[in-house]
Every structure is written in structure tokens, then in C-alpha cells.
T-cell receptor
């Protein structure tokens, strides 16, 4: 089945800094999603981005499907950005059966 | 507020007991999912349902069963709980099988 790998595993930033999180996947996908899990455990969908670029406020994501990776950009980071960021891709290219990466744990210091 | 509710919030259970985790969504989404989250292992799909009346197995289905009698509800049952089923369980839904997934708040289950 598909392998989903994220880097870096941990990241510490000073408030206001920018960062790039990477997600590599082993097979072609038709469904790539980014999630944020806040320190209270809540999982929020950030982007549904099988290809191309999307932006939402200070966050943006780019997926290059042909090269099997996706990037999540966080600009002007805030302490509320802290938590774990997951990317997920479908098992066997089958829609909703998502396989999650191990996550990047981000800590933004004031 | 539209969304997904899960019950209970947390539960401590003796090994061998039967337990049903409840999940209800009011967004009229067709697809629903159950995941478990464990330290070091991330989120793993247990079972899913593309639409009411159908279910399928995910990565780690053993020891769990689900049913989808209607659009809104997707209960997860542990027939005879074991300590390795100690985890945080998340229910999720999406409008269609291939769409953005939205997660519930989770149920923390401890099996002793």
C-alpha cells in the first residue's frame, strides 16, 4: 500500500517565523489532505489538495502529484499554530481510505 | 452548530467487556469513518462506510465491527475489549467518499 512520510518530525519556531512542512507519498494519488491537530486533540482539515496550490490566510499548500510530494507553508507563525500537522493520502488510490503520515509536531514560541 | 458528535468523551473499560462508541453527524454526509490514534503509530483507519447500508474494512479492523443503518449514525463496537484497544478513537465524515474529511472530538478509551 501507499507510504506517506512527513518531515521534519519536530519543529520549533519563534513567533513570526515562516516554515515549510513536507509530505512525500509513494504512489500517485487523487486525494491529498492536510490536517492540524491542536494541543487539545481536535483535528481540523486544512486543505484538500490532490494537485496545484491553495491558500487560506497565512497557510498555503502545494501538491506536485507527478513528483509525489506536497508542501504546507506557514507564514508569520503564531502560537495558535502549535500542534501536529498531518498529511494523508488514500490507500490504493481509493478515495476516502486515508493513510496518515506520522505528523510534524510544531511548537511556536512567543 | 453542524458537525460530528461522539460519545462518550472518555471511558474506562474492563477487558472482556462489550463497548459501543457512538458517532452522529448532522451534515448529511454520505461517507463516514472510524480511526484510532496511538502514540508513535499515528492515525489508522478501522472501518469506513461509503453510504448508508454499506461498510468496509480499513487498515486495522480486527476486534471491531460497525453498522450504518442510516446516514447520520455510525457506531463502532468492540465485542470483547482487550488492553491493546486502549486508544483515542475519532469518527469522521465526508460528503462523498473522495471528499474532505471532517473529524469529531474523539473518544478516549482505556481498557484495563
Amino acid at each position: 500500500g501507499i507510504q506517506v512520510e512527513q518531515s521534519p518530525p519536530d519543529l520549533i519556531l519563534q513567533e513570526g517565523a515562516n516554515s515549510t512542512l513536507r509530505c512525500n507519498f509513494s504512489d500517485s494519488v487523487n486525494n491529498l489532505q492536510w490536517f492540524h491537530q491542536n494541543p487539545w486533540g481536535q483535528l481540523i482539515n486544512l486543505f484538500y489538495i490532490p494537485s496545484g496550490t491553495k491558500q487560506n490566510g497565512r497557510l498555503s499548500a502545494t501538491t506536485v502529484a507527478t513528483e509525489r510530494y506536497s508542501l504546507l507553508y506557514i507564514s508569520s507563525s503564531q502560537t495558535t499554530d502549535s500542534g501536529v500537522y498531518f498529511c494523508a493520502a488514500p490507500l490504493g488510490n481509493q478515495g476516502g481510505k486515508l493513510i496518515f503520515g506520522q505528523g510534524t509536531e510544531l511548537s511556536v514560541k512567543p | 452548530i453542524a458537525g460530528i458528535t461522539q460519545a462518550p468523551t472518555s471511558q474506562i473499560l474492563a477487558a472482556g467487556r462489550r463497548m459501543t462508541l457512538r458517532c452522529t453527524q448532522d451534515m448529511r454526509h454520505n461517507a463516514m469513518y472510524w480511526y484510532r490514534q496511538d502514540l508513535g503509530l499515528g492515525l489508522r483507519l478501522i472501518h469506513y462506510s461509503n453510504t448508508a447500508g454499506t461498510t468496509g474494512k480499513g487498515e486495522v479492523p480486527d476486534g471491531y465491527s460497525v453498522s450504518r443503518a442510516n446516514t447520520d449514525d455510525f457506531p463502532l463496537t468492540l465485542a470483547s475489549a482487550v488492553p491493546s484497544q486502549t486508544s483515542v478513537y475519532f469518527c469522521a465524515s465526508s460528503e462523498q467518499y473522495t471528499d474532505t474529511q471532517y473529524f469529531g472530538p474523539g473518544t478516549r478509551l482505556t481498557v484495563l
